[in-house]
């Protein structure tokens, strides 16, 4: 949820600035399938099915669902925001790692919420031993139906994803035909 904010400001501010959304269709991007794999492990380890049936591979399949998309943002970083978007990628990725497959959060920022550790799925709670414990989902987002936690790496991803619609939307000016200084 939180990314689509990102998302829609891109978009929003792109549409704004008089960019067309057909543009985004027009990207080719390299390894485009490692995000829908990416998104099918979390699914997987992280529904009612996996926690069920996979709980001895939830912390390594969250891990490698990080790792899959860390190496589609590196292999297209030329894109536009893309960079940003792998610093997020890989600052999530170490913490989740360091912390056995869960992302840390801040207790009172999950109690604000009404999520209760019984109920945490990809998360653990950050105490006075958590490793890299400021990667972690140290934030709040205290709106109502959208309220989140989320962490710097959320941040730099959705800020990245933002900056790459948008652009995208809008492609820098060419400077063909105009005399240098």
Known sequence: MFLLL???AGLVLGIIRGGDVRRLAEQRLR?????????A???????SFGRERLPSLAAQLHIASYA???????????????YLMGAGLVSNLAVIWANDGYMPALPQHLEWLGIYEDVLNNSCLIG???????????????????????????????????YFIY????????????PSS
């Open 41 to 47: 492990l979390q699914i997987a380890v992280f529904s």
């Open 128 to 162: 006075p031993a958590t490793p890299l414990w400021w990667l972690g989902d140290v934030f709040l987002l205290p709106l109502p139906l959208i309220g989140n936690v989320f962490s710097v790496g959320d941040l730099l991803l959705g800020a990245g994803a933002a």
């Open 68 to 82: 899959l998309l860390t190496a589609f943002a590196v292999l297209n970083r030329r894109h536009p925001g893309f």
């Open 6 to 8: 990102f998302i829609v």
């Open 167 to 178: 652009r995208t939307l809008n492609p820098v000016e060419s400077h063909k035909g105009r």
């Open 31 to 39: 390894w485009s399938g490692l995000v829908l794999l990416a998104l």
